[in-house]
């Protein structure tokens, strides 16, 4: 059993940054989504196993980025540039479905997700 567990959420004003943390054991792609009060839940982008190939939404594309250091078991995403529309919880979720490019799995196709951190954005 994998366990996922996010840290690093709070609160930043509009235009500042956080970094987010996923522990994560296993030899897993990994993959962030975020879900808004009353929204579905959104791919935000994911990352390869080896950390060699990344792929991330448009919403966050130029502002976010995801990292992994293996040795330490962490995944981590970067947000820059951060907009009151990035409020969300986020979460961390692994897959087996991912080697890299732009064919991402789908959210089905992630075995484990994390409990989730929230990210509040203030203007």
């Known amino acids: 059993q994998v366990q996922l567990v996010e840290s690093g959420g709070g609160l930043v004003q509009a235009g500042g940054s956080l970094r987010l943390s996923c522990a994560a054991s296993g030899r897993y792609a990994m993959g962030w989504f975020r879900q808004a009060p009353g929204a579905e839940r959104e791919f935000v982008g994911a990352?390869?196993?080896?950390?060699?190939?990344?792929y991330y939404a448009d919403s966050v594309k130029g502002r976010f980025t995801i990292s992994r250091d293996n040795a330490k078991n962490t995944v981590y995403l970067q947000m820059n540039s951060l907009k009151p529309e990035d409020t969300a919880v986020y979460y961390c979720?692994?897959?087996?479905?991912?080697?890299?490019?732009?064919?991402?799995?789908?959210?089905?196709?992630?075995?484990?997700w994390g409990q989730g951190t929230q990210v509040t954005v203030s203007s």
């Open positions: 990352i390869s196993y080896n950390g060699g190939s990344t």
């Open positions: 979720a692994a897959t087996s479905k991912y080697s890299g490019g732009s064919t991402i799995p789908q959210p089905y196709e992630y075995n484990y």
